[in-house]
């Protein structure tokens, strides 16, 4: 428990000098960069057009930050915990092991309850996270079913802004970067007029350093991350190697839908999927057939050949192979005599 705290302490820490780049940035660029240096060096007419395409993204990676860090990450819900109850030992339950185990739930030490596949446990958090992916020190959250899609989009556009202010300060930052390592005193222009103070110069310089410090960090981390989610991988699944990804979808549209829900135009906003293709409990396997809708056909689910409409948990029963009654009894007594009772006692013929 001590060593979770420190990590927990740690976690903190990093999210606050997160938070704190993230506001620098804002404040370098609109206060130093648009608002004083782009006047001084006559180009007032691009103060607008530059505010407009920097904040768009630096507002779109804010919101994606307050969504991912606030978002309950897919801790296992209670109707899971109600299903397990209900149907007992009906539902087989199998050892946890690092490798794929679809169709199957596994046994959680920590929590001391069956989980649904996918689902691990953040000895951060210190509960099951459904699909989870990773503990994030930056957001000081879990990234699971609920908010990865958030947390890619976070990626994204903290990304685009970076590169966006440097691209747009790209020329004062080289001219005045020079200025700044000689240690002027002030910047003035032909005449001798003083135009920028020397510590709004180095303000504006250390954002150029830390937008090109995120920009490199960023990078790196979508080159990790996009991928795997282009094949429906998280990064614990990556480690796998008993079968191949049985939740493949087959393209990578198909497979960011599965994070992101059915194609639309939220993908591209921080809030919860309009059309979700899975409840976090059980996922679309890569072998079956999928309707217009996105999701399975009921046809290439082993329902019993009843309708199962809005009855979630008779999906997860079919996924996850809960035994009938008579099938447990013939599972334990499966010849002789007992066979016999065990039909006359279920009812079979």
């Not at 109850?85 to 092991?97: E, F, I, K, M, T």
Request: with cysteine.
């Amino acid at each position: 428990m001590a060593s979770s705290g420190a990590v927990l302490c740690a976690s903190q820490a990093v999210q606050g000098v997160a938070v704190a780049v993230f506001l620098y940035e804002g404040f370098a660029y609109n206060m130093i960069f648009l608002r004083r240096i782009l006047p001084v060096v006559g180009k007032q007419f691009l103060v607008v057009p530059f505010a407009i395409l920097f904040n768009l993204f630096w507002v779109m990676a804010i919101w994606s930050y307050v969504a991912a860090y606030a978002a309950d990450p897919g801790k296992v819900p209670q109707r899971w915990q109600d299903f397990v109850r209900n149907v007992g030992d009906a539902l087989p339950v199998a050892p946890a092991r690092p490798e794929w185990q679809p169709g199957k739930a596994t046994y959680c030490k920590k929590c001391d309850v069956p989980r649904p596949e996918r689902a691990h446990h953040c000895l951060i958090c210190e509960f099951c996270v459904l699909r989870m992916d990773h503990h994030c020190p930056w957001i000081n959250n879990c990234v699971g079913f609920k908010n990865h899609k958030f947390f890619l989009l976070l990626g994204v556009y903290a990304c685009v802004a970076s590169l966006v202010g440097l691209a747009t300060s790209l020329p004062e930052l080289a001219q005045w970067a020079l200025a700044a390592i000689r240690l002027e005193d002030g910047f003035a222009d032909d005449n001798g007029k003083r135009t920028v103070e020397t510590s709004d110069v180095f303000v504006f310089v250390i954002f150029g350093l830390l937008a090109l410090f995120v920009a490199v960090l960023l990078i790196l981390m979508l080159a990790t991350h996009l991928p795997l989610a282009t094949q429906n991988l998280t990064t614990i699944e990556d480690n796998y190697e008993n079968m191949p990804n049985p939740f493949d979808q087959g393209s990578t549209s198909a497979n960011l839908a599965q994070i992101f829900g059915a194609y639309g135009p939220d993908w591209c906003f921080p809030i919860e999927p309009w059309r979700p293709l899975s409840d976090g409990v059980s996922f679309t396997r890569s072998d079956e057939r999928l309707g217009p809708d996105g999701l399975p056909e009921q046809s290439t689910l082993d329902t019993g050949g009843s309708t199962m409409g809005n009855d979630v948990e008779r999906l997860w029963r079919a996924r996850y192979k809960v035994r009938s009654p008579g099938a447990m009894m013939e599972s334990v007594v499966d010849q002789g005599p007992f066979l016999s009772l065990a039909r006359w006692w279920t009812g079979a013929t």
